[in-house]
């Protein structure tokens, strides 16, 4: 038997030792390796084209998040610390 001539359910397939029999050998062979092996093409480039960038060393890029981050919750700090400050005045002067 070459192929499968009815289609059978997965579950039927696990329960019948002869049914994964036949579903195992239908299956193609393939290489497990395949999967993480990168098949880097290269890619022709003009000869105008731009300088390849260099990449950004880890401690300045891990400054800069940090010190975007902090201003960021600085900012957001003082924004919400003004509302609250306005809602408080208006309450209070409109009691």
Same mark, same amino acid.
Do not use: K
């Given at each position: 038997?070459?192929? $499968? #001539?009815? =289609?059978?359910?997965?579950?039927? @397939?696990?329960?019948?030792?002869e049914?994964?029999?036949?579903? %195992? &050998? *239908?299956?193609?062979?393939?290489?497990p390796?395949?999967?993480f092996?990168?098949?880097? $093409? #290269?890619? =022709?480039?003009?000869?105008?084209? @731009?300088?390849?960038?260099?990449?950004?060393?880890?401690?300045? %890029? &891990? *400054?800069?998040?940090?010190?975007?981050?902090?201003?960021?919750?600085?900012?957001?700090?003082?924004?919400?610390?003004?509302?609250?400050?306005?809602?408080?005045?208006?309450?209070?002067?409109?009691?």
């Amino acid at each position: 038997m070459s192929a $499968i #001539a009815t =289609p059978i359910s997965p579950e039927l @397939a696990l329960v019948c030792p002869e049914l994964r029999r036949q579903w %195992a &050998a *239908a299956l193609p062979d393939i290489d497990p390796d395949a999967l993480f092996r990168s098949d880097r $093409i #290269a890619r =022709p480039t003009p000869a105008a084209a @731009a300088p390849a960038e260099r990449p950004v060393p880890f401690l300045l %890029a &891990a *400054a800069t998040y940090a010190l975007s981050s902090f201003a960021a919750s600085l900012l957001q700090g003082v924004v919400t610390l003004t509302v609250v400050a306005v809602v408080a005045l208006i309450l209070t002067l409109s009691g």
